[in-house]
């Protein structure tokens, strides 16, 4: 798979905040509660079972595991109270510090091992199980070629674990925060099973522990007194609400009833700090966007055709006029912010080249590539489909109420019967990801294949598209050829 890199971090994450143990609410009966948005459902709370942020927000205040996070982002002991390193990085010794699980059983090295092979059982299935493919044989037992012995964990008594690596990892303390390497309490799991979750079941070595959760109400957790660091909680009680809808929390915020949510709608920033002054907060976030082509179906087995893609993309016009603040244009994989990466990133050699040589240069190559030579059916269905098409010049009615310019509709379907599946679904996540909006649908887009998205895209992004698709494509029927627009839509 030909990954192409569009947009990377400092992109942000989005908050909504009350400072340090300021703020809260009453629970109803006097406890001093935290009451806190999360931005989706909850499907699990089983560390080795999820793979959403949000459901990790309650998993973090539930467990801890080695290390853990300090305000500032520094990485530093959670569970671990010392460790050392051999010389060639490869084994990890960790002592642990004295603790016990809520229900008053130790806290044991026993536990974290049990944890690790866990996560690795191919009936467990975690998405995140590769995580931690850098412990030694943790692929292989993934893949059930060798039993759970052999795995790269061990303790050498209740408070030594030693942990075995593939190959050296500077990384390995940050990757210690991650809640793929929690442990969990066997004593519980063997006896409850999937259902060790629940309420009534669970148990946990972090500042609170579940005591509701009821699906479209609110989950719930309570402070833990066996917390080796439970004098130290700002809250007594912290209530999760599972808010999707962005006006919902705002509603909350205005009414009293929400003291912090991990996200807001970041291209309102500016509102939303007038409102709530305050309140919206950002951090740096590590990630990249990208759109991947599948190489190994034409046209894009042609390296030809995934460069001139690539180039064509306006990056710097979706990062400044579409995407929320935060994001930047990405030449290279690796984000900024990075821990230990202070070197110079390699990137694509036409980075710094000019606008219109890259799409010089992206039309060159498609017009070189298996692409340009290619046929459109005679009679192709989608020919038909278009039904009624605007008069020469004209916009489709639904792009005129719009205030950006118009990829024909009859051009574009065109282009569909043309190319495979993989350039349909890069030009439909594209005019998605430029648009950045859904629209009402004409009679005249109506039996278009995709016809609930858009068929409008910004001057800009149009432009790119139509200077990286040979002429010929369009040519053979002229009377789309003419719709293409030369003015904004729904001007005369």
């Known amino acids: 798979m030909r990954l192409n890199k569009l947009f990377s971090g400092t992109a942000i994450a989005l908050a909504l905040v009350l400072s340090a143990c300021g703020g809260g609410g009453s629970g109803g009966d006097d406890t001093l509660t935290l009451r806190r948005g999360i931005s989706a459902k909850v499907d699990t709370l089983d560390p080795h079972r999820s793979s959403a942020a949000w459901e990790n927000i309650i998993i973090g205040d539930m467990f801890h595991g080695l290390m853990q996070h300090a305000p500032d982002g520094e990485v530093i002991p959670a569970m671990a109270d010392s460790w050392e390193t051999s010389e060639d990085g490869l084994n990890w010794t960790f002592t642990l510090r004295e603790t016990t699980w809520s229900d008053g059983v130790p806290v044991t090295a026993g536990d974290f091992v049990y944890g690790l092979r866990r996560i690795q059982d191919p009936a467990i299935a975690s998405q995140y199980s590769s995580l931690l493919y850098i412990i030694k044989n943790a692929q292989a037992l993934n893949e059930a070629r060798v039993a759970p012995e052999e795995l790269g964990v061990r303790a050498i008594d209740d408070l030594t674990l030693e942990i075995t690596l593939e190959e050296p990892a500077p990384y390995f303390l940050g990757l210690l925060t991650h809640y793929t390497t929690f442990p969990v309490p066997q004593h519980i799991v063997e006896q409850f099973g999937e259902s060790w979750v629940q309420p009534d079941n669970i148990e946990v070595n972090g500042p609170y522990k579940l005591v509701y959760w009821v699906t479209g109400d609110q989950i719930v957790a309570e402070k833990n007194p066996l917390f080796y660091e439970a004098d130290t909680l700002c809250f007594e009680r912290v209530s999760y609400f599972e808010l999707e809808d962005l006006a919902a929390v705002e509603r909350?915020?205005?009414?009293?009833d929400l003291d912090i949510n991990n996200d807001f709608d970041g291209g309102r920033k500016a509102e939303l700090d007038r409102r709530f002054p305050g309140w919206a907060r950002t951090t740096p976030g590590l990630l990249t966007t990208y759109w991947s082509f599948n190489s190994s179906e034409a046209p894009f087995d042609d390296v030809r055709v995934r460069k001139?893609?690539?180039?064509?993309?306006?990056?710097?016009?979706?990062?400044?006029?579409?995407?929320?603040?935060?994001?930047i244009p990405a030449y290279n994989f690796v984000p900024p912010?990075?821990?230990?990466?202070?070197?110079?990133?390699?990137?694509?050699?036409w980075a710094n080249i000019g606008r219109r040589e890259?799409?010089?240069?992206?039309?060159?190559?498609?017009?070189t590539s298996t692409a340009r030579r290619a046929t459109i059916p005679r009679r192709h269905p989608s020919h038909k489909r278009i039904g009624t098409r605007s008069r020469p010049g004209s916009m489709p009615r639904s792009c005129a109420r719009t205030r950006k310019f118009c990829m024909p509709i009859c051009?574009?379907?065109?282009?569909?019967?043309?190319?495979?599946?993989?350039?349909?679904?890069?030009?439909?996540?594209?005019?998605i990801s430029t648009c950045w909006t859904r629209m009402p649908v004409s009679k005249t887009m109506a039996t278009i294949p995709t016809r609930n998205m858009t068929a409008c895209?910004?001057?800009?992004?149009?432009?790119?598209?139509?200077?990286?698709?040979?002429r010929s494509l369009l040519r053979r029927n002229k009377s789309c050829w003419k719709t293409i627009p030369?003015?904004?839509?729904?001007?005369?």
């Open 358 to 367: 890259r799409l010089m240069e992206s039309r060159r190559l498609l017009n």
């Open 457 to 470: 895209l910004s001057w800009r992004a149009r432009s790119a598209i139509w200077s990286s698709v040979p």
């Open 252 to 256: 909350r915020i205005e009414a009293g």
């Open 308 to 327: 001139a893609l690539a180039m064509a993309i306006d990056r710097e016009f979706l990062v400044e006029s579409v995407l929320t603040p935060g994001f």
């Open 337 to 349: 912010g990075i821990a230990n990466y202070e070197t110079d990133r390699p990137e694509v050699d």
């Open 411 to 431: 051009a574009k379907a065109i282009l569909r019967s043309r190319m495979v599946a993989g350039w349909r679904t890069i030009t439909t996540r594209l005019t």
């Open 486 to 492: 030369s003015r904004p839509c729904g001007s005369r």
